[in-house]
């Protein structure tokens, strides 16, 4: 399969905590990510180029994404209802991953 990039819409920040140390980093616009399906799970790599340049990379295992997502989901209904841009394109792109893990049976 063609590894790609794609450039990120929106963004996303990350922290390590470490006993003696903290790495905390964002990738917004003109960041890129990838993700892809590799061996039991989800890959997701993201890529700030440039001066401050960053990667990081998370693999998360079926069964843990499984577990992200029905949590992630419980705690929504404690939120305020989601913009109506930003739940329709997770709605198609949850659409889109049942119809691919439903294709894979």
């Known amino acids: ?3 790609s990039t794609y450039p990120i819409q929106d963004k996303a920040e ?12 964002s990738f917004s616009r003109g960041a890129k990510f990838e993700a892809r399906a590799e061996n039991d799970g989800l890959l997701v ?4 180029e440039g001066e401050e340049s960053r990667v990081v990379e998370v693999h998360l295992h079926h069964h843990l994404l ?4 029905t949590t992630w989901s419980e705690s929504l209904a404690d939120e305020p209802p989601m913009d109506p ?3 329709e394109t997770l709605l198609e792109a949850l659409k889109k991953v049942e119809k691919a ?5």
């Open 1 to 3: 399969m063609k590894r």
């Open 14 to 25: 990350v922290a390590i905590d470490f006993p003696d140390k903290v790495y905390m980093g």
């Open 45 to 48: 790599k993201l890529i700030r």
């Open 66 to 69: 499984a577990d992200i997502l």
């Open 85 to 87: 841009d930003h739940r």
């Open 101 to 105: 893990v439903r294709k894979r049976r």
